[in-house]
């Protein structure tokens, strides 16, 4: 977080974002410890910063992305471009390719 503080500025836009257009969101505490599809958002985003730290990164933004994948069922390339305020509600099966974009306050249920 030191290295790319944006990484925290996106998981807070994403959390309010939850809490403002899911309406079965009861609070930021149980979206952020319950909600795989956040979970999996954040995920994304740390391995996207290594992925774009160059050679040595891609490795582990590879691992993260394969965990991600196993454990959220939701796999999310990390060189994909997401902006903030993503939520994903449901994710099961969500998939989204090294050249998929997706803008701010993309809600995908």
């Given at each position: 977080?030191?290295?790319?503080?944006?990484?925290?500025?996106?998981?807070?836009?994403?959390?309010?974002?939850?809490?403002?257009v899911d309406p079965?969101?009861?609070?930021?505490?149980?979206?952020?410890?319950?909600?795989?599809?956040?979970?999996?958002?954040?995920?994304?985003?740390?391995?996207?910063?290594?992925?774009?730290?160059?050679?040595?990164?891609?490795?582990?933004?590879?691992?993260?992305?394969?965990?991600?994948?196993?454990?959220?069922?939701i796999d999310i390339?990390?060189?994909?471009?997401?902006?903030?305020?993503?939520?994903?509600?449901?994710?099961?099966?969500?998939?989204?390719?090294?050249?998929?974009?997706?803008?701010?306050?993309?809600?995908?249920?």
């Open positions: 977080l030191k290295d790319d503080p944006s990484i925290l500025q996106m998981a807070v836009a994403d959390l309010k974002e939850f809490q403002v079965a969101a009861d609070g930021l505490l149980s979206i952020y410890l319950y909600y795989k599809g956040f979970q999996a958002i954040q995920c994304y985003r740390v391995a996207h910063h290594y992925w774009n730290s160059g050679q040595d990164g891609r490795m582990l933004a590879r691992y993260l992305q394969s965990v991600m994948s196993d454990v959220y069922s390339h990390p060189g994909a471009r997401l902006g903030k305020g993503i939520c994903v509600d449901h994710g099961t099966g969500l998939t989204i390719g090294e050249t998929g974009v997706l803008g701010d306050h993309v809600y995908i249920m």
